[in-house]
């Protein structure tokens, strides 16, 4: 009894120690877990073959460093919450805010930036001159998504929500809502793509500046020893123009 229960001592020390994705040597990490919202241009499609800016980006992140990429589809809001808890190690496309801060390690190179835009339809006699006028509409927005302030905070302003940008389209078409918000150019690309161009128009009010796009580590995942490498890498490709060189091959 005593010897068997010495060898049921060391296989659970062993199994607990050594988890699936750890080497015996104690990398702690083999291949990245790239989690991708289908956001395009920068994240194209929800299951293989994905492609777009970031994935691009993520290929090269992951060969320098000598690591398998492994890339999962999810809803924005989901993926904020895997990322939280530590399912995957890897995210792109974020905008930086100190809520995702405390879960969220930023890549301080932002790759890429995307402005915000209101839409109406073409049509409409939505009037959204300025940002008072917000406060007598509905506006179609994607859940978790980090737009500007006060509009992400305001709780006076009537907000439908939808899981991913595509669904903005068809909901505003029918009326569900009087105005979407959106990031552009990532709203220009769904239009076009759904065959809807001509369909809706810019409203003239928008938040003046750019939201910075950034890479984030999950603070609980092991890919956080490699921190430094990854900024490095994100920079000489920033640096060198092949970001701009990918952005180019979506346009």
């Not at 010897?3 to 291949?31: C, H, M, N, W, Y």
């Not at 939505?126 to 406060?135: A, F, R, T, W």
């Amino acid at each position: 009894m005593v010897v068997v229960r010495q060898v049921f001592v060391i296989f659970t020390l062993f199994f607990f120690t050594v988890s699936p994705g750890q080497s015996e040597e104690g990398d702690g990490i083999k291949a990245i877990n790239f989690v991708a919202t289908n956001w395009p241009p920068f994240t194209i499609g929800e299951k293989e073959p994905f492609r777009g800016i970031d994935i691009d980006i993520a290929k090269v992140i992951a060969e320098k460093i000598g690591m398998k990429l492994n890339i999962k589809y999810c809803p924005f809001k989901r993926c904020l919450m895997d990322m939280e808890v530590g399912v995957y190690d890897l995210q792109s496309g974020i905008a930086f805010n100190e809520e995702r801060a405390k879960y969220l390690e930023y890549i301080q190179v932002p790759y890429g930036d995307v402005s915000v835009a209101f839409y109406v339809n073409k049509n409409s006699a939505v009037v959204l001159n300025s940002y008072e006028d917000l406060y007598h509409m509905t506006i179609g927005r994607v859940i978790a998504s980090y737009y500007f302030e006060p509009f992400n905070s305001d709780d006076k302003i009537k907000k439908q929500e939808v899981y991913k940008e595509s669904l903005l389209l068809p909901m505003l078409l029918n009326g569900r809502f009087d105005a979407m918000i959106g990031t552009s150019p990532n709203l220009e690309y769904e239009i076009l793509h759904a065959g809807l161009k001509g369909f809706f128009k810019k409203a003239p009010f928008h938040p003046e500046g750019k939201v910075l796009l950034y890479f984030a580590i999950s603070k609980k995942s092991p890919l956080m020893q490699f921190k430094t490498e990854i900024t490095a890498i994100l920079k000489e490709l920033v640096e060198s123009g092949q970001v701009q060189a990918f952005i180019s091959k979506y346009r």
